[in-house]
């Protein structure tokens, strides 16, 4: 770590210059009151008198120049570089010096006066002495400057070549050697203490390099009577300045334009006050123009001379703010579909019920939900189902954003606020404007969805006065609508919320009725129309509510669905079946069954094992047992067809229920893993009177026969109907024509029974 040995050696040699170069004011300053006494003492003494005044001059203009040079040093901006150049300037002047005092032994020397002559000695082996205070950074020049002065105090001692000048040399030479000694010691000592300083000065700047990068963090300082600001080798990286002294004007120009005023009052208060500041700013790049985000703290530092500085550490907090942006986005925005999210949702509806209650207005909840939403996703896949809401979503966005806020509340479930409405006809505009998105038809990839919305509406303060219960309210409208079958809208009333009662206790009776063995299963005839026998029987069940009589599963299998009791119920049901047709076989009655199982119970994992076991369980042949799925299941290959596949290779049939209301086309029919199809009913009941039905029914059952399925005609009520589905063909039928669904006690009569009477009634 730190820098490399030479850059380590160049630093110690620039801080050297620092300290020689500031020790140059006291030695001039002593030396030119020394050399001022000396002219006093010396120039009576001394023949000729002019030549006090030329030593005199020289060495004031020695002394100065150096003052002179020690200014222009401190003030040049490249002394950090120019190291080299410095010193040889400094030990020019040192050594001018030194020269010049050498040069008193000459000059000054008072020939015939013994006690000056030791004065004098005296004065030069002071100023040597003083040498070891003013360059002991330097014990090589100080050295120099003691040999200097002590060759020519000793030179002129022997030219003297009296025994008191010869006396005089040698004790010069005692003082001058251990002045030598001294210098040559202190000047290491204070060599090994910079060497320290130096070394422990890069360790801790490396450190702060290191923290400043990993944390991002940054200082500068300001000189307040300059006006340059020195910053840290990262700052200036991070603002893209190529030297770390910069002009204040530059640094503030990183100050992103909107931001400078709250920067510039951070400064002044720190200054005017002296108190700390923080203040949060966009830097702007000067080299990128890549904006960050800053936090920075400022405050007002003086130095031992009293100058005042402003101090400022620095954070790039980019990151930071993104990553809160990211959560805030995520805690408030759905992120499939980029509109507000419930928790938004329900900050919004609290801040208008304020402002509401407030400016006594009123507001309406818009509560969407897409119908057959899960039809979609079975039939198309997860993906297809979510551009089918992203689509909702951008529609939303373009044709209500002016008028309200829109959410996803999760699933296929949106809201919509709308503010500021005098009555509820502004909401109804609101709800029209989403239904016209069911004008369209949607594609999404080679899919074609006609999509179809059911919405609630609930008025504040009308309908309630806290968002939950607004929210509900919509909802319960909402419910209201998809239940009547109407695509449309519904504004909440109270009777929407006697029904919603009557629906959580009918879950709640349901959750019972397993337990108090309140299901039964009737069952219905399958006739073969062309030996007009019967071949079997679909297994329907009922309800027998203590208080409510006999409730159809219309009424109550999607609850069940909804309130997660489906797979209970299906296994119960298919375990009655099972053990009915035990009992009707044991009766030597050869019939086949066929029980209809809901989409998430055939997802279930332990599906295919729990339909095998239970046949077995009753013996029964695999092949009179048929389940019955809609279409939507079938048409999702990669989930359903390794059941159907399994369940098949074991025998047992795969009925598609319903066939022609779902999604397929019936260009998918040959890779069905099924063996009937059921038409439904809706096309039996119009296909005496449209030929488009006839068209189709006839399609199906070609197609079918061809491709080797059995088809079963759901529904049949009449015998014009009957007739038809003869002359197409189809092979087998079921419907009210022949009978309803029965209890299981009818139906040994019903297998012995000729149907053919019952087809002319
Ligand atoms: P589905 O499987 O299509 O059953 C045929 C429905 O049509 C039965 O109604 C039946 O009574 C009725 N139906 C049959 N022929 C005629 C007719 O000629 N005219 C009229 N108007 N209706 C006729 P149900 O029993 O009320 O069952 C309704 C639906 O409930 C069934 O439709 C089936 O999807 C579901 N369901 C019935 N039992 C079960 C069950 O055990 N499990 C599951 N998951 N769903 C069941
Ligand atoms: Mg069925
Ligand atoms: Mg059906």
Redo the contacts with the bound molecule.
């Keep these: 770590m730190g820098g490399t040995t030479a850059a380590r050696q160049e630093a110690i040699r620039h801080t050297q210059n620092e300290l020689l170069y500031r020790g140059v004011k006291y030695s001039a300053a002593g030396s030119l009151l020394a050399a001022a006494v000396a002219v006093y003492v010396f120039a009576p003494l001394t023949t000729p008198s002019v030549a006090v005044w030329i030593w005199f001059v020289c060495i004031y203009t020695v002394y100065l120049t150096r003052v002179v040079d020690c200014r222009l040093f401190t003030r040049s901006t490249s002394r950090h570089e120019q190291v080299d150049y410095w010193a040889s300037r400094f030990n020019t002047g040192a050594l001018a010096s030194a020269v010049i005092w050498a040069s008193s032994m000459w000059l000054i020397y008072p020939q015939a006066d013994l006690a000056h002559q030791v004065l004098l000695v005296l004065t030069l082996g002071g100023v040597a002495g003083g040498a070891l205070a003013s360059l002991p950074y330097d014990s090589k020049l100080s050295n120099i400057f003691q040999l200097l002065i002590l060759s020519s105090v000793l030179l002129r001692l022997i030219v003297d070549g009296s025994q008191f000048a010869l006396e005089l040399a040698l004790f010069s030479c005692f003082v001058f050697g251990f002045l030598l000694s001294c210098g040559k010691e202190v000047g290491k000592n204070y060599l090994d203490l910079l060497r320290l300083r130096q070394d422990s000065q890069e360790t801790n700047l490396t450190l702060i390099r290191t923290t400043e990068q990993m944390a991002q963090l940054g200082y500068w300082q300001w000189d307040l009577e300059s006006e340059s600001v020195e910053m840290s080798s990262h700052l200036a990286q991070m603002l893209g300045f190529d030297q770390r002294q910069v002009n204040i004007q530059d640094y503030f120009s990183c100050v992103h334009a909107d931001d400078r005023l709250k920067v510039e009052n951070a400064w002044t208060h720190v200054i005017k006050t002296g108190e700390d500041s923080h203040v949060e700013f966009r830097a702007v790049d000067s080299q990128s123009d890549k904006l960050r985000n800053i936090r920075q703290i400022m405050k007002l530092i003086s130095d031992s001379e009293g100058h005042n500085s402003l101090l400022g550490a620095l954070q790039d907090i980019t990151d930071i703010k993104t990553a809160e942006q990211k959560i805030y986005s995520m805690a408030y925005y759905d992120e499939l579909t980029g509109l507000a999210n419930r928790a938004q949702f329900h900050e919004r509806i609290d801040a208008e019920i304020s402002r509401a209650t407030r400016l006594n207005k009123r507001f309406a909840i818009i509560y969407i939900d897409l119908d057959d939403f899960k039809g979609v996703n079975d039939s198309y896949g997860h993906q297809c189902g979510d551009n089918y809401l992203k689509h909702f979503s951008n529609y939303l966005k373009v044709n209500i954003k002016e008028s309200g806020i829109c959410a996803r509340l999760g699933g296929d479930e949106f809201c919509i606020l709308i503010t500021d409405i005098e009555d509820h006809s502004y909401a109804e505009q609101a709800a029209l404007q989403c239904l016209n998105y069911c004008q369209q038809v949607v594609q999404l990839g080679n899919h074609r969805i006609h999509p179809k919305l059911s919405i609630g509406v609930a008025l504040f303060p009308d309908h309630g006065s806290v968002g939950d219960e607004l929210i509900k309210c919509a909802d319960l409208a909402m419910y209201a609508i998809k239940q009547s079958g109407k695509r449309s809208y519904a504004i909440y009333n109270t009777h929407m919320a006697s029904e919603n009662r009557e629906r959580v206790r009918l879950e709640a009776d349901l959750r019972q009725a397993l337990v108090n063995n309140e299901f039964e299963?009737?069952y219905?005839p399958k006739i073969d129309i062309q030996t007009n026998s019967m071949m079997g029987v679909?297994?329907?069940?009922?309800w027998r509510h203590p208080e409510k009589g006999l409730i159809?599963?219309?009424l109550f299998?999607s609850t069940?669905e909804r309130v997660a009791m489906?797979k209970e119920?299906?296994e119960w049901?298919f375990i009655h079946a099972c053990s009915q047709l035990q009992q009707w076989n044991n009766q030597g009655l050869k019939l086949s069954m066929a029980?209809?199982?809901?989409g998430d119970?055939f997802a279930a994992d332990d599906f295919s094992e729990f339909i095998l076991t239970t046949i077995e369980q009753h013996q029964l042949r695999h092949a009179d047992l048929e389940i019955?799925i809609?279409e939507s299941l079938s048409r999702n290959p990669e989930e359903h067809s390794a059941t159907c596949h399994q369940l098949r290779s074991h025998g047992v049939r795969i009925a598609i229920?319903?066939f022609g209301t779902g999604y397929s086309s019936l260009s998918v029919l040959s890779d069905l893993e099924v063996d009937t199809l059921?038409v439904?009913?809706s096309f039996?009941d119009s296909i005496v009177t449209d030929p488009a039905a006839q068209l189709m029914v006839q399609t199906i059952i070609d197609l079918s026969l061809g491709l080797g399925y059995a088809v079963v005609a759901?529904?049949?009520?009449t015998a014009d109907q009957l007739e038809i589905l003869r002359q197409r063909h189809c092979p087998y039928v079921?419907?009210?024509?022949f009978s309803?669904?029965v209890q299981a006690a009818h139906i040994p009569a019903f297998a012995l029974a000729d149907w053919s009477s019952q087809q002319a009634a």
């Design positions: 299963l009737w219905q679909e297994a329907l069940i009922r159809p599963p219309d299998i069940a489906i119920i299906g049901v029980v209809n199982i809901s119970h019955e809609t229920d319903d059921k439904d009913k039996i759901e529904g049949v009520e079921q419907g009210y024509l309803r669904p």
